[in-house]
């Protein structure tokens, strides 16, 4: 949205109220902070976190949960369907013929759908308003002498200010704003005397703001936050993995992997899978064990996942691991004609496919909670506040280095097992891997996984208490039998598709 210059008073020292498109928008003067926040879902099902006022509703996140039901049901079967004959029925099964352990499909739950959009809207959010405040800055210092006094921190902290307490942001995308808001915060740094405004004419000012204007719009980000995650529309963009799909790993070695690879591209062909592009995460060669190499720890090999982008047309992305972290994530375009009826409540979902070895599953559902506690801006369920407040006691500034590389070898040493190995209960403690002088045994993901699971069991029976009560009040209503009819109507579709 492109707002004339002619529209704005360019008095600086009045402190009124802008009015946009009729609507009146309060100045940064009478706007809060945010504070931390813990918000109720259902009562059952709150959650963690620093910004939970852009999180969707609990009516929204079930329905979206409920209509995607037809998108798992179809990707389950597409994965039946092609992978289906190379799981293995008993772990005695050869692994040239059987080198799938289990592959399983989920929805993820109205809770964790919440919490994934909160999460991802939030670093998006983050990630631009920090883009846009530095180049303000860096905008406004080509055409005005900064204040000497002042320091740039100083002033993209004024910036960040006018944006983030913006209660109306998410209804103004910051760059296709960037006219409301660079007036905005103009107006606070003139009145802080952060820059010497007042070297150029007022018509020479109009000139310079268009320009700026003019340069902020062209450099919108191609993931940009102007979509309202309240919205269903905005929950299927911010949260891509609400189907997901594991095919757990008998054995890493991409010889077997490679089993797996053509069968997928055999679904491509078919038209069946829509792949859209396809990430590698592979370890960082700095963070390596001497005698190792990249390719000792791939579960793919290049050529292997090349082949099947250029069937399905889709990107391939390698991913150098942050965490240590090591799988191949295919993600999938579940849109189907199948899914049309009912105005299309039940299209418009993506998917992922993770292929990931068996030892490094059991390190990862740890982990991730691990890398959500990191940043308070990510939302947890409020089941695991036992885990946070024991994780967030002993991870701080002056083990937070050690636990990351801790962390690092750890994963590297899940996927050099070999196979069969029975170390499938414990993982290698502090000590076997060199890190029991630097770090507390409380962080030992020995402990963590035995407090998580006790966290994992509470979730449970909340959600259960959840599913029932929400079954008790809307298992009869005419609403709820027809939506049941309609998800399996669209389930017998894609069986007529498949078949």
Same mark, same amino acid.
């Given at each position: ?20 498109? $009729?609507?009146?928008? =309060?100045?940064?003067?009478?706007? &809060? ?11 059952? @099902?709150? =959650?963690?976190s620093e ?11 079930r ?37 799938i352990? #289990? !592959?399983?499909?989920?929805?993820? *739950? ?48 004024d /910036?960040? #200010? ?23 915060i ?7 005397? +952060?820059?010497? %405004? ?48 594991? /095919? ?22 078919d038209?069946?899978?829509? /792949? *859209? ?35 399905s ?5 390698? $991913? ?15 849109? $189907? ?8 409540? %039940? ?18 559902? /740890? ?5 959500? =506690? &990191? ?11 036992? %885990? ?20 690092? @070898? ?13 170390? $499938?209960?414990?993982?290698p ?13 409380e962080?030992?993901?020995? =402990? ?6 006790? !966290? ?14 929400? +079954? ?9 039998? #027809? ?8 389930k ?8």
């Open positions: 949205m492109i707002i004339p210059v002619q529209n704005f008073n360019f008095n600086f020292k009045s402190n009124r109220v802008s009015t946009i498109n $009729n609507r009146n928008v =309060l100045p940064y003067q009478f706007l &809060k902070p945010l504070q931390y926040d813990v918000v109720s879902f259902s009562g059952r @099902a709150k =959650l963690l910004n939970m006022k852009d999180a969707p509703s609990e009516y929204t996140c329905t979206v949960e409920e209509n995607s039901e037809p998108a798992r049901f179809y990707l389950d079967s597409v994965l039946n369907k092609y992978l289906g004959q190379y799981i293995s029925k008993a772990h005695e099964s050869k692994l040239s013929s059987s080198p352990a #289990r !592959c399983s499909t989920r929805k993820k *739950t109205p809770a964790s759908i919440r919490e994934k959009v909160v999460s991802k809207y939030s670093k998006l959010q983050r990630q631009e308003v920090n883009k846009f405040s530095n180049q303000v800055f860096d905008e406004l210092s080509q055409y005005f002498r900064v204040n000497p006094n002042v320091n740039k921190n100083t002033i993209i902290a /910036i960040r #200010r006018v944006i983030d307490s913006d209660d109306n942001r998410k209804k103004l995308p910051i760059y296709q704003n960037s006219a409301y808001y660079l007036m905005e103009i107006e606070l740094l003139k009145k802080y005397n +952060r820059f010497d %405004f007042d070297s150029v004419s007022a018509d020479r000012f109009k000139k310079i703001y268009s320009e700026i204007v003019e340069s902020l719009e062209d450099s919108a980000p191609s993931e940009s936050i102007d979509v309202d995650p309240n919205s269903i529309a905005g929950i299927k963009h911010y949260a891509k993995d609400i189907v997901g799909a594991r /095919i757990l790993l008998r054995d890493a070695d991409p010889e077997y992997t490679s089993i797996i690879i053509n069968a997928l591209k055999k679904a491509v062909e038209g069946k899978l829509k /792949i *859209t592009s396809i990430e590698n995460n592979v370890p960082d060669p700095d963070k390596l064990p001497p005698d190792k190499q990249i390719s000792d720890y791939l579960y793919a090999t290049d050529a292997q996942l090349r082949s099947l982008a250029k069937a047309g889709a990107e391939l992305i390698k $991913n150098k691991s942050k965490t240590g972290y090591l799988a191949v994530h295919i993600n999938v375009d579940l849109s $189907n004609k199948a899914f049309e009826r009912n105005n299309g409540v %039940f299209n418009g979902y993506s998917g992922e496919i993770q292929i990931i070895g068996e030892d490094v599953e059991k390190l990862k559902d /740890i982990e991730d909670l691990c890398y959500k =506690l &990191k940043d308070n801006k990510n939302a947890i369920h409020i089941a695991y506040k036992p %885990f946070r407040e024991h994780f967030l006691k002993y991870y701080n500034e002056s083990t937070k280095d050690a636990f990351d590389d801790y962390t690092y @070898a750890l994963y590297l040493a899940q996927r050099a097992l070999k196979t069969g190995t029975k170390r $499938n209960t414990v993982f403690t502090l000590a076997e891997l060199g890190f029991d002088t630097k770090l507390p045994p962080l030992d993901f020995n =402990l963590l996984r035995k407090i998580k699971s006790d !966290c994992d069991k509470k979730l449970k029976a909340m959600e259960e208490e959840q599913l029932s009560q929400n +079954r008790n009040n809307i298992a009869t209503t005419a609403k709820s039998i #027809r939506k049941r009819d309609e998800i399996k109507l669209a017998s579709y894609v069986s007529y598709m498949l078949n």
